[in-house]
């Protein structure tokens, strides 16, 4: 008879030029095959071993060396375990035909790489027993075990060292080897824990109690796992040392029992991944949504602000929307404009992260597009810039209502307290009495009067034309000035008409008196014109007035210069006038004349005319005055406007300096892109650090505006100019840095080499002509043809779809590497997800609720389970749900 062992140690299965399946240990494994109780365990193994495959196909061996003696059972456990056909049994009942019927399932066996040394088809037709049990042992190896390869390992450390991983957690359990490690029971009782937790409670095992451990493990896995019971425990503890070989291949089920469990567990992670991106970008997209709402609905809320044109009535008012005003753009504001700046780097963001995630890009909802955005925007700049010149224009306005409603009140005052009590004195009957002298008196100031009353003819002009303007710059008390302008022109009305009768009535007495003395009437004549120039001069040196500018103030300077020229003229006017009353004095005193003491012809005595002339004198120093001090308000007004030109004249240049240069590096940019990232960032920095003079420029702005100055003649820059400049210097620099972070993202994600980017950029910049970092679609395809693509019509179509979704015309160097990167990167796909889910379903073509509850995390299975579609093919069952359909929805239209 054959040694067995002997040939075993000859040549263990090889195949490739490895090493054995297992060492063999020289000092004891020559005395295994001596050992009964070796053997007994092999043949009560190897036998169920055989039995879980022979029971596919109906049958099963009762003795081992027995039932494969005439090769029929042999060849078909072959079949069973390979899933491949031997050749055609022979159905004889004489030795020859067993002979060969062994010898083709031995053929089979070398066949798959086994060198089979010592063992012919005679000593199993023969029945020996430890030749049919090496055989056995070959095919488990071969079959069972051969495959089992942990990080490179042999088959044999492979198994070990699954054993070692799984059972690493647990205590009392230190698996070393396939003999004694497993002799308490604890390390099979862990393996099937560590799988399946709900079938055995491991805090309840004693580790002195080998054989209720043993018989646990073995009665658990063959009633739940499928896995017959191989060995029996009373064996396994009764002998020193367990048989390695029937060990082995009882763990060896255990490995291939789970290993469908290890291969749902990785189609779970993969769809864990998936998952995750689908929520993570779901929640990029719903914070999307919110942001761009929030935006919206303040803008919407402010532009009615905006667009209100309700005057107020006073300067107070207007000044305190003015104020109003700057707060929202102090305020307000600035917050608004980074929002909008960072929705738009979150859009770019996650339409990158869509790109390198093979996900369809991300429509926002109806009205939140970037453009839309855009456009609100555009609408809101557009209001602040109409509200700003409305109030502008406003306060102009109201400065010029009050100054008018002022002069009108002063016009007003002056000319009734000189109509007061002239009706009285012109309906009275006293010429009625008089003698002819004193009756040409009366004629005579009459006629004074009349003078007078024509040059007042002006002022109610002058008071009529102020209401007329308050009345169409629509002045808020305008009932009240055209009441009292009513009452003027009517009162002055009266006065004329009384004026008529009582000159008719004195010309009819003057018919019937002569006398009339000429000096007085000299004297009236004069001094009613030359009172009227003192009350006229007076009135303008009284006069309010309002100029915006230097050379306005000059003017009224100039024009009051020429006034004071008049004086030493009108002075000697006024000692004329009083010459002619000292001569009517001294003829009298000459002529014994009796006089009563006041001029009959005129009211106008000679102390009113000095009285007058003494405060006109003291009104010029105070004109000059309050003309000087408006010089100076206007000189530091001028300073305010100089001031505020020189930081804008340097502010502008700067800010379109900074605007070309961003333009210039986005273009031709140099180095790495963390270099280009770092400059970027330092040169954001720089920008930031410039602030302080946007802020005192806005500092000197509302110290312009606080002056009411509405004009600058010394810069052509305006504050609002600069504000938009400095506003869209910061958010050119901030898509700038994102647009080189989603370059990043896109080659980590792509594994682009820095060489290939450099190479991209090169490309991108030779075509892009105009310098702008977008290109037309001509330029475009020229582009392509440089880098290699043969291009038809069709293809260049399908290739702008994807790099211009908008059909804008426009591709940016963002699209153009997210292209180059999905056409030569392999990325995650629809169909990789659905074989994933195929394993979990246990190769049903739809999966169950519970099942995805039980293979992956609560959150991502309830997040299937609310959007996978019931499952509407053959076979169905209740419940059942479609996730093929649901892993092409993740991947959009475009994966079908």
């Known amino acids: 008879m054959v040694d067995y062992h002997a040939a075993n140690n000859q040549a263990q299965y090889t195949s490739g030029g490895q090493q054995s399946y297992m060492e063999q240990e020289n000092d004891w494994d020559r005395d295994l095959l001596l050992d009964p109780a070796w ?31 005439d090769g029929l059972k042999l060849m078909l456990l072959l079949e069973v375990i390979s899933g491949e056909r031997l050749p055609k049994p022979e159905r004889g009942k004489m030795r020859v035909h067993k002979i060969n019927n062994v010898n083709k399932a031995l053929d089979f066996i070398a066949s798959k790489g086994v060198k089979l040394v010592s063992i012919g088809a005679e000593e199993i037709v023969d029945g020996n027993a430890k030749m049919t049990l090496g055989m056995i042992w070959t095919i488990i190896l071969r079959f069972a075990i051969q495959d089992i390869s942990v990080e490179e390992t042999s088959a044999k450390e492979g198994l070990l060292l699954w054993c070692q991983r799984k059972t690493a957690p647990y205590k009392n359990v230190n698996v070393q080897n396939f003999h004694i490690s497993w002799k308490d029971g604890l ?216 100054h008018l409603a002022e002069k009108f009140r002063q016009k007003a005052t002056i000319h009734e307290g000189w109509t007061d009590g002239k009706e009285a004195m012109l309906t009275q009957k006293d010429y009625e009495t008089t003698s002819l002298s004193e009756t040409k008196a009366l004629l005579k100031k009459h006629e004074a009067f009349e003078s007078d009353l024509a040059a007042h003819q002006d002022r109610v002009e002058q008071i009529a034309a102020i209401a007329q303007e308050l009345n169409e710059l629509d002045y808020y008390d305008s009932p009240n000035v055209n009441a009292r302008c009513q009452k003027i022109c009517e009162q002055w009305d009266t006065l004329g008409a009384l004026t008529q009768s009582r000159r008719e009535s004195l010309e009819r007495t003057e018919k019937q008196l002569e006398s009339i003395d000429e000096l007085y009437l000299e004297y009236a004549k004069r001094a009613a014109p030359f009172n009227n120039w003192m009350e006229g001069a007076m009135e303008d040196l009284q006069d309010m007035f309002i100029v915006h500018n230097i050379e306005e103030i000059q003017g009224l300077i100039t024009a009051h210069e020429q006034f004071k020229a008049t004086l030493p003229e009108a002075n000697k006017e006024r000692e004329a006038i009083q010459a002619i009353q000292a001569e009517v004095q001294k003829i009298a005193q000459y002529n014994g004349i009796k006089l009563a003491g006041t001029n009959p012809y005129t009211t106008i005595t000679p102390s009113s005319i000095d009285s007058k002339w003494d405060k006109v004198q003291k009104l010029v120093p105070q004109r000059d005055q309050a003309l000087q001090e408006e010089l100076s308000r206007q000189q530091s007004n001028d300073h305010l406007r100089r001031q505020f030109a020189t930081q804008a004249n340097m502010v502008g240049p700067w800010i379109q300096n900074k605007m070309e240069e961003i333009g210039r590096i986005s273009i031709e940019m140099n180095g790495t892109l963390e270099d280009q990232l770092t400059h970027l960032r330092q040169y954001e920095q720089s920008i930031i650090e410039y602030k302080p003079n946007i802020d005192q420029l806005e500092g000197n702005h509302q110290l312009i505006q606080e002056a009411l100055i509405f004009d600058n003649k010394y810069t052509a820059y305006t504050m609002e100019h600069l504000r938009v400049g400095w506003e869209q210097l910061l958010t050119t620099i901030a898509r700038t840095i994102n647009e080189i972070e989603n370059q990043i993202l896109t080659r980590d994600a792509k594994g682009i080499s820095q060489e290939q980017l450099h190479e991209y950029r090169t490309s991108f910049n030779h075509f892009d002509k105009k310098r702008t970092g977008i290109m037309d679609s001509d330029d475009f395809r020229a582009l392509l043809i440089s880098t290699g693509n043969s291009l038809g019509d069709a293809e260049f179509a399908r290739i702008m779809g994807i790099v211009d979704p908008n059909n804008s015309g426009a591709v940016t160097f963002q699209a153009f590497i997210d292209f180059m990167s999905r056409e030569t990167t392999d990325t995650d796909t629809a169909d990789q997800v659905i074989a994933s889910f195929k394993i979990l379903a246990g190769d049903k073509n739809y999966i169950t609720a519970e099942e995805l509850r039980r293979e992956l995390p609560p959150d991502q299975a309830e997040y299937c389970i609310a959007r996978m579609a019931p499952y509407s093919g053959p076979d169905t069952v209740p419940g059942a749900l479609d996730y093929m359909s649901f892993s092409t929805a993740l991947y959009g239209e475009s994966d079908l």
């Open 187 to 402: 390390a099979f009782n862990a393996l099937i824990h560590r799988h399946r937790p709900e079938l055995i409670d491991y805090d309840k095992l004693r580790k002195d109690d080998p054989v209720t451990n043993l018989n646990n493990a073995f009665e658990v896995a063959e009633k739940y796992l499928d896995i017959p019971k191989m060995l029996d425990a009373e064996d396994i503890v009764g002998t020193l040392r367990p048989d390695e070989k029937a060990i082995m291949t009882y763990v060896s089920c255990f490995y291939h029992a789970f290993s469908g469990a290890q291969k749902a567990e990785t189609a779970a992670n993969r769809i864990c991944k998936v998952l995750a991106v689908n929520q993570e970008n779901e929640h990029l997209m719903e914070d999307y949504e919110k942001l761009a709402s929030d935006l919206l609905e303040w803008i919407r809320r402010t532009i009615p602000w905006l667009e209100n044109r309700i005057p107020e009535k006073t300067m107070a008012e207007m000044q305190q929307k003015l104020e109003d005003f700057r707060g929202y753009r102090r305020v307000h504001k600035p917050p608004k404009v980074q929002e909008k700046c960072q929705l738009e780097i979150n859009f770019n963001t996650l339409q990158t992260k869509l790109r390198l995630s093979n996900r369809p890009a991300f429509m926002p909802s109806e009205g939140r597009m970037v453009s839309d955005i855009n456009g609100a925007w555009h609408n809101l700049e557009g209001a602040e810039k109409g509200y700003e010149e409305w109030l502008l224009n406003e306060i102009r306005r109201l400065e010029r209502l009050d």
């Open 39 to 69: 053997e007994k365990q092999q043949r009560k193994t190897f036998t169920a071993w055989c039995n879980s495959h022979l029971r596919k196909a109906g049958t099963q061996i009762e003795n081992i060396e027995e039932d494969f003696r």
